[in-house]
C-alpha cells in the first residue's frame, strides 16, 4: 500500500534528502470512549494523576508542555501535540516520530485502576498518509503495522484507507460495534485478566448496593443506550501553505504564541474558547481551546516551506460546517486538504454528508474525492479539495 505523499513533482533525491531538515506534521489520533460503568458511579479518567500521564506519554516519546481545564474537560498541549481527557472519553492526537501505540495497554491499565473503567464503547484511531513513512518507527511503520497491533487486542475491529491511496488518503481503525462494549482479546493474556479482575471486582462491589439503586441506575443507563448523546468531531487537514501566513507561526514574526493566535485570525475561527497557545523556537505553533459546554478545538502548525503542515479538529457541533471549513482555509490558505466529520444520529451535524455533497467548490478549493461510510454508531464523510488551477 503507497503510504507517502505525492512526490512526483519534487526534485529531492533520496542523498539530499537525508540530510534535509524534517518534521512530520502529520498526526496520529485515537480517540477512546470507555463503556459508562455501572459498578463504578464515579468512574472518571479525569481521576489520573498528572505524573501518571507524564509518565505514560514517555511511552509515546512526546510531554507535556501545557495545561487548561474546565469543569468538562482537561486540555494538555504536548511537545508533539494535544491531548484531551474527560470523563469517558480520551483523546491523543501526535505527530512527528511519536508512537501513540505503544501506550495503549498502560491506558487500559490506568483506565480500569484509577478512573474505574474496564469496557472500551468505542475507538478510532486515524491518520493522513505520512510525507515521510519511513522514519517512523513501530509499530507505526505502516498502516498495516498498526492494523495488526490493533488487532492484537481487538477481534472486531475494522480498517479503512479513504481517498486515493497513491496520493492524499486518510486511514481508520475503528470496532464494528455501537456500542455496548468491545472484548479485549484473551490472548492479550496479563491484560485480559486484569481488565477481568477489576469487572468482578466491580460486579461484587454492585451486589452489595442497595437493589433500588442498582435498578434505578440500570433503568438510566438503558434509556441513555438507546439515545446517544450528540457527538461530531471535523478535522482539516491541509498541505501546501502560504508561506506569507506560515510566516506569522515563526519567531521571526511572532514574539509569542498570543501575537501568532491573533495575527493569524485563529481566535476568530471559533469564538468562545478558552485558548491555550504554545509558539515553539524558531518555528511550530500548538493549541488547544476549549469551551464550558465541553467543545474543544486544537490547531498544530508546521511552518517550513518544504513541509508546511496544518491540522484543525473539532467537536463543535454545526449544521453548516461549510461556513467552518471556509473561515479555516481562508485562515491558513492550504494548497490542499482533507476534510473528515464524524456525526452521529442524534447530532446536528447528521446530515454533514449531505452538505459536502454540494460543496463542489469552496472559494478557490476545489474537490477532488469525496467518500462517505455508514459505520455502525457514526457516519463519516471524507473529502479532499485543491487549490485551482493546479
Ligand atoms: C509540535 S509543532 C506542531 C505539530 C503538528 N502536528 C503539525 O504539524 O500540525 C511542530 C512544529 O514545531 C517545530 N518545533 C520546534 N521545536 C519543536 C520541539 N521541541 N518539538 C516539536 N516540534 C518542534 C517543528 O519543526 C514543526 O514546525
Redesign the pocket.
Known amino acids: 500500500m503507497a503510504e507517502s505523499e505525492d512526490l512526483s513533482n519534487s526534485s529531492s533525491n533520496s542523498s539530499s534528502r537525508e540530510d534535509m531538515h524534517f518534521?512530520e506534521?502529520?498526526?496520529k489520533l485515537l480517540e477512546i470512549w470507555f463503556e459508562p460503568s455501572t459498578a463504578c458511579k464515579n468512574a472518571d479518567l479525569r481521576k489520573i494523576p498528572r505524573p501518571m500521564w507524564d509518565a505514560l506519554l514517555k511511552t509515546v516519546r512526546c510531554e507535556i508542555i501545557s495545561f487548561t481545564r474546565n469543569d468538562q474537560i482537561d486540555a494538555y498541549v504536548l511537545?508533539?501535540?494535544s491531548m484531551f481527557v474527560s470523563k469517558r472519553r480520551w483523546i491523543l492526537k501526535t505527530?512527528?516520530t511519536t508512537t501513540p501505540l505503544q501506550c495503549f495497554e498502560p491506558l487500559l491499565r490506568l483506565a480500569a485502576e484509577i478512573a474505574g473503567y474496564t469496557e472500551i464503547e468505542d475507538l478510532f484511531y486515524s491518520r493522513k498518509n505520512y510525507k515521510r513513512p519511513e522514519l517512523q518507527v513501530s509499530p507505526h511503520r505502516g498502516f498495516d503495522e498498526e492494523v495488526a497491533f490493533l488487532d492484537s487486542f481487538f477481534d472486531d475491529g475494522r480498517a479503512y484507507s479513504l481517498g486515493a491511496i497513491n496520493r492524499d488518503c486518510w486511514h481508520l481503525y475503528t470496532l464494528s460495534r455501537g456500542g455496548g462494549g468491545s472484548k479485549i482479546l484473551k490472548r492479550n493474556n496479563h491484560l485480559h485478566q486484569l481488565m477481568e479482575q477489576h469487572h468482578s471486582q466491580q460486579q461484587q462491589l454492585q451486589q452489595q448496593q442497595e437493589d433500588d439503586d442498582v435498578q434505578q441506575l440500570d433503568a438510566q443507563l438503558i434509556e441513555a443506550s438507546m439515545q446517544p448523546d450528540p457527538d461530531q468531531t471535523i478535522e482539516i487537514l491541509m498541505t501546501d501553505l502560504d508561506p506569507s501566513v506560515m510566516a506569522i507561526f515563526t519567531k521571526d514574526v511572532c514574539t509569542t504564541a498570543k501575537e501568532a493566535t491573533q495575527k493569524s485570525g485563529i481566535h476568530r475561527l471559533l469564538p468562545g474558547m478558552v485558548i491555550d497557545d504554545y509558539l515553539?523556537?524558531?518555528?511550530?505553533?500548538?493549541m488547544n481551546g476549549i469551551s464550558k459546554n465541553g467543545c474543544y478545538m486544537t490547531i498544530?502548525?508546521?511552518?517550513?516551506r518544504e513541509f508546511s503542515?496544518?491540522?484543525f479538529e473539532s467537536n463543535v457541533a454545526s449544521s453548516d460546517y461549510g461556513e467552518l471549513i471556509k473561515r479555516v482555509t481562508r485562515t491558513f490558505q492550504p494548497g490542499k486538504f482533507i476534510v473528515t466529520v464524524f456525526a452521529n444520529k442524534t447530532s446536528i451535524a447528521a446530515n454533514a454528508n449531505r452538505e459536502i455533497e454540494h460543496l463542489g467548490t469552496i472559494d478557490q478549493w476545489k474537490r477532488r474525492d469525496i467518500q462517505y461510510s455508514r459505520f455502525a454508531s457514526y457516519d463519516l464523510t471524507y473529502a479532499q479539495y485543491c487549490k485551482y488551477p493546479s
Not at 498544530?300 to 517550513?304: D, G, L
Open positions: 518534521f506534521g502529520v498526526e511537545s508533539e501535540s505527530c512527528g515553539f523556537d524558531p518555528c511550530g505553533y500548538s498544530h502548525i508546521t511552518p517550513e503542515y496544518v491540522s
